[in-house]
C-alpha cells in the first residue's frame, strides 16, 4: 500500500524558510514522480512543484520560481521541498503526491496517491 506522509510545516514570517519532506512507505518512491500541492482556505489544490523519478527533470509554479526548489533522496525514500522567501500568499495546506512513470506534471488529477498534507503558514 502506498503511503506518503508529510512533515516540516509550521508558522514563520514573512521572508523565513521551510523545508517540507515527503517520505514513503511501502513503496520504492525512485520509480515515482512525485509533486507538491497546496490548498488555501476557499480555494482550489493547485501545483506547486513536481520531480520525476530520476531527479532529471523539475517543474515549477510561476507563482514559486527562484523561492521554492524541489529535490529527491531516493536512497532515504524521501522527497523535500526548500521554500524560502516565504510570503503570506503560501499559506497553505501542502500535500505530495506520486505518480507512476516519467512525466512531472503540474495536475491534480495525473498523480493516484497522497499524503494527508502539512499546515504552512505565513504571518507576522
Known amino acids: 500500500q502506498l503511503q506518503l506522509v508529510e512533515s516540516g510545516g509550521g508558522l514563520v514570517q514573512p521572508g523565513e524558510s521551510l523545508r517540507l519532506s515527503c517520505a514513503a512507505s511501502?513503496?520504492?518512491?525512485?520509480?515515482?514522480?512525485i509533486g507538491w500541492f497546496r490548498q488555501a482556505p476557499g480555494k482550489e489544490r493547485e501545483g506547486v512543484s513536481c520531480?520525476?523519478?530520476?531527479?532529471?527533470?523539475?517543474n515549477y509554479a510561476d507563482s514559486v520560481k527562484g523561492r521554492f526548489t524541489i529535490s529527491r533522496d531516493n536512497a532515504k525514500n524521501t522527497v523535500y521541498l526548500q521554500m524560502n522567501s516565504l510570503k503570506p500568499e503560501d499559506t497553505a495546506i501542502y500535500y505530495c503526491?506520486?505518480?507512476?512513470?516519467?512525466?512531472?506534471?503540474?495536475?491534480?488529477?495525473?498523480?493516484?496517491?497522497w499524503g494527508q498534507g502539512t499546515q504552512v503558514t505565513v504571518s507576522s
Open positions: 503526491a506520486a505518480r507512476f512513470g516519467p512525466e512531472c506534471p503540474l495536475t491534480t488529477g495525473r498523480y493516484t496517491a
Open positions: 520531480i520525476n523519478n530520476s531527479g532529471g527533470s523539475t
Open positions: 511501502g513503496f520504492n518512491l525512485g520509480i515515482y514522480g
